[in-house]
């Protein structure tokens, strides 16, 4: 028996505008360059992969089914530049094939500094989840998948999920493979599900290269391989950005006459079928325990925090804006928390990844900066705005205090 | 395997060379660049003969001995040489007895014309008038019909060269003939006529580069002729490749671009200073002249200093427009903030390195730029303007247009502000700069040889 498992994450960040030391105001993003690329990629992906889905679903008479993971900030875009995207997606949902996973809203990595602040977020995105699409998320994956035995447990302590999903990296499997369900190190109910990296990057990434051996891929080569996997697995997990549908793989490449035939040729197999993450968790045991004693990620050949955390500036520039945190909470100003927390997509911090060579390409899409300098330097310019508007709120705040303090009060508050 | 097997190729090749200084008698970015470049290509097993000016100066004599059997003279390298651990093999030295200025790289000659036509126009002008005018104001259009007189007499001189380079050629054997820049074009031309062997000529820099948009048009001329008559043109970035395509009407086909590479010597050793600075200092290294942008840099300087105090500003270097730039910062009421070193070299090039912060070249045309990877050898992180051959190489760089004097001060005011950035760039500069060796010019030198000498 072999159960694919397609979850799909569709994410865009809220771009900063060019900000110089000398801008003072609080327009930090380039709406503009948002609206256009919100609409352009709503136009080459997003509707034309969501219509390819439901006539899915539809020829298939609901056998074929699909999760996705929509970020917070694509979903505010979505409303403001493409609000026919949402009804699609609204569509989807009332099929009952497909599942929405949990994550932190603004696609941050609070995870790795703030447990206040993850919770606070994933509970955002739950709820964002229930009012547009009528379901509770089950299953939470992180942005890009980074993961530990820590933030499973941080994850189950919570309380509300069945499942997390993360990278089927080599290094954490060993022996083993990712098509079984594991239980994270340490979680006695959370379940694990790990992505097939090879057969998801055969789609995700090697789909039009030329140079690549098995190069035309299509879905009938594509079903072989998975029914190889029946005997020594029970899922075939697909994880991979939706972006791939048009955008990283063009419409011309062919990728959307494969993900059209691909559930017949998969169904053909009678052993096979589809399953969303949740079903995939209900339905089979844990195999074992996965430990993960380090941070792990779906990104670039390390599988690590590198392309986030790889240089002097990645790291100072997310220390400096999780040092804020206190300061902007207790303003409770909700523009300045709303601007804080836009700021904490992870993308922000992507862009000034300097490793190149090896990962390039990947990290051009839709970057909108010349070089990563380019990119801190406007960063830690907008940074300081806000660090300077926080200041003055807090100081605000406190006299606003002050002022309805008892007059005793107020001379202690004064000496002390 | 690769290197035997260009050593193999290398041996068979004879290159004719054709220059105008070389160290140590160097007044420029030409000198550097030929020196770096023949090192590199005699590492390969090429056989080069280096055809260069009379030069004799006390100074330096010491370093070379010289042969002269008429007016045909022979260096050779000595021990004592500060060049001497890099032993050129395959290189013979020849110079000509010539009535040419040693020294006069395009630069200097044309920094001289500058001068010329600057003091002219005073002249002219009467002391009243003390506006700086632009040189785009149309008195310069007429000052440089005077400036084409000394640009005549040199053409003369640059000819006569040639006549004596093709008498010199005679009595070598080369498969090549390689031209250094538009004063050694013609004697580049009249060699491989003579010799019917096949002509590259190299271009460092352009009459664009120097001038601006008032371009002398006797060098011009030369340029033209030479990139015209040339089997291949080699450029130094694809910027100048561009200006070699579209000022000059050259086939895109003919001109290859080979980057220059960097020398790593001695002065990359930290020297102690015992300065202990308390204010940030913000460097601007190099000729103040117009090609260099020293404008701009203090328009950027008066911005940064709305926004941060503890800052100097040093321009290190000479120029035709020093004068004015000490009247620009003060005109710009930053006068307390920007120091003139005048011209600096040896130690207190080193020192200043050691005191910057940054390094900032806001060239308005910048063929390639070698100072920028000597800043970021010696650990300075560098704001480099888009218009310089140099950005094409470099990625640890800020690059910025040399007109946006808002974001030039946007980025240094970030260098200075934000010491992670500082430290990315400087760490990650000096690790790429390493990796730009003239090995790989002189392989793609040697590569546009052989499509010349094996026709497909």
């Known amino acids: 028996m072999a159960s694919v498992c397609f979850y799909f994450q569709a994410h865009q960040p809220f771009r900063l505008r060019h900000y110089t030391v000398f801008d003072k105001d609080k327009n930090y993003f380039d709406d503009h360059k948002n609206a256009q690329i919100c609409r352009k990629v709503a136009h080459k992906c997003y509707l034309p992969a969501n219509r390819l889905m439901l006539e899915n679903i539809r020829k298939h008479n609901g056998q074929f089914k699909i999760a996705y993971s929509i970020t917070g900030t694509l979903i505010e875009q979505l409303k403001e530049y493409a609000p026919e995207v949402l009804s699609t997606f609204h569509a989807l949902a009332q099929t009952g094939c497909v599942e929405f996973l949990a994550e932190t809203y603004y696609h941050s990595l609070s995870a790795l500094y703030s447990r206040d602040e993850f919770y606070q977020q994933i509970e955002k995105h739950c709820n964002a989840m229930e009012e547009l699409f009528g379901q509770r998320p089950r299953v939470f994956r992180n942005t890009e998948l980074i993961y530990s035995d820590a933030v499973a447990r941080m994850v189950e302590s919570m309380g509300r999920f069945d499942g997390i999903i993360t990278e089927g990296a080599d290094h954490i499997l060993g022996y083993r493979n990712a098509n079984f369900v594991y239980r994270p190190n340490g979680c006695e109910h959370l379940k694990l599900l790990l992505k097939n990296y090879q057969l998801s990057d055969d789609i995700a990434f090697r789909f039009s290269n030329r140079a690549w051996a098995e190069w035309p891929l299509n879905a009938e080569k594509f079903a072989h391989w998975v029914n190889n996997v029946n005997g020594s697995g029970y899922t075939v997990n697909l994880f991979m950005d939706y972006e791939t549908f048009g955008e990283h793989q063009w419409a011309d490449t062919g990728i959307f006459d494969f993900m059209s035939h691909l559930p017949e040729c998969i169904l053909r197999h009678p052993d096979n079928n589809f399953k969303t993450p949740s079903e995939v968790i209900d339905s089979y045991p844990v195999a074992d325990t996965i430990e993960v004693p380090n941070l792990i990620s779906w990104a670039d050949t390390e599988r690590d925090l590198s392309a986030w955390l790889g240089n002097p500036m990645q790291s100072n520039a997310l220390y400096q804006i999780h040092r804020l945190e206190d300061r902007i909470k207790n303003t409770g100003d909700e523009e300045l928390l709303e601007l804080w927390r836009k700021l904490l997509t992870s993308d922000h911090f992507y862009y000034m990844c300097t490793k190149y060579f090896a990962d390039g390409d990947v990290h051009k899409y839709f970057n909108p900066y010349d070089s990563p300098y380019d990119s801190y330097i406007n960063f830690m310019n907008v940074l300081d705005n806000l660090s300077g508007r926080a200041a003055k709120a807090d100081f605000a705040q406190e006299i606003a205090e002050m002022a309805s303090m008892p007059s005793a009060a107020k001379s202690q508050v004064q000496t002390v | ?456």
């Not at chain 2, 490749?241 to 080979?258: A, C, F, L, Q, S």
């Open chain 2, 1 to 456: 395997m690769l290197k035997t097997e260009d050593q193999q190729n290398g041996n068979k090749m004879n290159v004719l060379m054709l220059g105008w200084e070389f160290p140590p008698f160097i007044s420029g970015g030409l000198g550097t660049a030929c020196y770096g470049l023949t090192k590199a290509m005699d590492q390969l097993g090429v056989n080069i003969t280096f055809l260069l000016p009379r030069v004799i100066d006390d100074s330096c004599t010491s370093h070379v001995r010289l042969i002269s059997p008429q007016a045909k003279n022979t260096y050779e390298w000595q021990e004592n040489s500060k060049y001497a651990s890099e032993k050129l093999k395959n290189v013979k030295f020849r110079t000509i007895d010539s009535p040419l200025q040693p020294y006069d790289t395009p630069e200097v000659h044309q920094q001289r014309l500058e001068q010329i036509i600057e003091r002219k126009r005073l002249m002219r002008q009467g002391i009243g008038q003390k506006s700086v005018s632009s040189p785009k104001d149309s008195q310069t259009n007429e000052s440089a019909k005077g400036g084409d007189n000394y640009g005549r007499n040199l053409h003369e001189e640059v000819h006569r060269y040639a006549e004596m380079a093709a008498d010199v050629a005679a009595s070598e054997h080369f498969d090549i003939v390689h031209a250094h820049d538009w004063m050694t074009f013609p004697a580049g031309i009249a060699v491989a006529a003579t010799t019917h062997k096949p002509l590259v000529v190299h271009v460092h820099s352009t009459e664009f580069d120097r001038s601006g948009e008032h371009v002398n048009q006797i060098v011009y001329d030369i340029e033209r002729k030479g990139m015209h008559a040339a089997d291949k043109v080699i450029a130094v970035s694809n910027l100048t490749r561009n200006i070699v395509i579209d000022r000059y009407g050259v086939t895109p086909e003919k001109v290859e671009v080979v980057h220059n590479g960097v020398q790593r010597d001695e002065r990359w050793q930290l020297v102690e200073t015992g300065i202990e600075a308390d204010e940030k200092i913000v460097l601007f290294l190099g000729r103040i002249t117009m090609q260099k942008g020293p404008e701009y840099f203090l328009q950027a300087a008066k911005k940064v200093l709305e926004a941060v105090d503890n800052v100097k500003f040093v321009m290190a270097g000479s120029g035709d427009l020093m004068h004015r730039s000490v009247q620009l910062a003060a005109e710009l009421g930053i006068g307390h903030k920007v120091l003139f070193t005048g011209f600096l070299r040896g130690d207190d090039i080193k020192k200043i390195y050691q005191m910057a912060d940054l390094y900032v070249m806001p060239s308005v045309s910048e063929p390639f730029g070698i100072v920028p990877l000597e800043a970021l050898g010696n650990d300075v992180p560098i704001i480099i303007s888009k218009q310089s051959g140099v950005s094409e190489v470099l990625m640890h760089a800020l690059k910025v247009d040399f007109w946006d004097v808002n974001e030039i001060a946007n980025k240094i005011v970030a260098v200075l502000k934000y010491p992670p950035l500082q430290i990315t760039l400087r760490n990650y500069g000096n690790f790429e700069v390493r990796k730009l060796r003239w090995g790989n010019a002189a392989i793609k030198c040697i590569n546009v040889y052989k499509s010349m000498l094996q026709p497909a």
